[in-house]
């Protein structure tokens, strides 16, 4: 168990709509990352929050977006879900002095 | 801009065989570097990581990586190969300053045969 929580573990939706995958980092983490993963990009970072501020942004599409609460859990809102946002998506918390542990994944399919 | 080259796709061993997995990586300096392990269906689990020090890192499960800069490389081995080794391996690489996130290979699947 790694300690980074992250619900649902599966997800299936329909093009157009809009989910909401949520986070919570190993106790005492201030900081949540977030992975995609499919088939033809492979992993991607997407963004890093850090105690409730937005520390770094990777490939995210402006359809996409997160936050981090003062409880430090975070969620990933994607909205006008397409079918080639299916992927695996991580949550990660950080390892001192460097590296990520990361959660179990949300598994999200787009019919 | 970095980046992180997995050249295998796919490596099959026999069973009790050795293995190696080779990571190449481009950086201006020298990155901290990750093995990750993913099985089917799960999350990515740490095998070892280098920032400094011996170029030998042992890490879970009996693997080990060489971290050579002359090659800029990272590659993972283990001397003998068990059955449930079988899954799909990234390498990353991170920063030593900034964020902290990591960067990813697209990753080798590995396959055990008896």
Redesign the interface.
Known sequence: DSGVTQTPKHLITATGQRVTLRCSPRSGDLSVYWYQQSLDQGLQFLIQYYNGEERAKGNILERFSAQQFPDLHSELNLSSLELGDSALYFCASSVPPAGLTFGAGSRLTVL | AQSVTQPDIHITVSEGASLELRCNYSYGATP?L?W?VQSPG?????LL?Y?SGDTLVQGIKGFEAEFKRSQSSFNLRKPSVHWSDAAEY?CAV?E?T??????????TRLTVIP
């Open positions: 901290y990750f990750y799960q999350g990515l689990q740490l990581k920032f990234f991170g030593r900034g964020a902290n996130n990591l960067f990813f290979g697209t990753g």
